[in-house]
Nanobody, 116 residues
Framework: QVQLVESGGGLVQAGGSLRLSCVAS????????MGWYRQAPGKQRESVAT???????TYADSVKGRFTISRDIAKNTVYLQMNSLKPEDTAVYYC??????????WGQGTQVTVSS
């Protein structure tokens, strides 16, 4: 079992920045991967960024060059630095973790709203 707690969402103007944090209840190095997903109203949940146990990162095309995923293993925390935010980035952002059996765990979500 893994509990995930997100923080850092909020309201920001277009072009601004936010940093999301996700604290895990166990050593994140023991997990296969962690990542961030988002879900906008009326849309399916989509992957935004992931980081594997080995440190490999992947990004959705829509956020490449603007968002950066990182981790602090000592703090069991994964971050999502979001720069140059756009109104279309508005969504509930969810932290995700997968164990070595690829079982997914989810946080409760944090709202990000980007005003134009």
């Amino acid at each position: 079992q893994v509990q995930l707690v997100e923080s850092g969402g909020g309201l920001v103007q277009a072009g601004g920045s936010l940093r999301l944090s996700c604290v895990a209840s166990r050593n994140i190095f023991s997990l296969a991967s962690m990542g961030w997903y988002r879900q906008a109203p009326g849309k399916q949940r989509e992957s935004v960024a992931t980081i594997t146990n080995g440190g490999t990162t992947t990004y959705a095309d829509s956020v490449k060059g603007r968002f950066t995923i990182s981790r602090d293993i000592a703090k069991n925390t994964v971050y999502l630095q979001m720069n140059s935010l756009k109104p279309e980035d508005t969504a509930v952002y969810y932290c995700n973790a997968r164990n070595v059996q690829r079982m997914p765990y989810w946080g409760q979500g944090t709202q990000v709203t980007v005003s134009s």
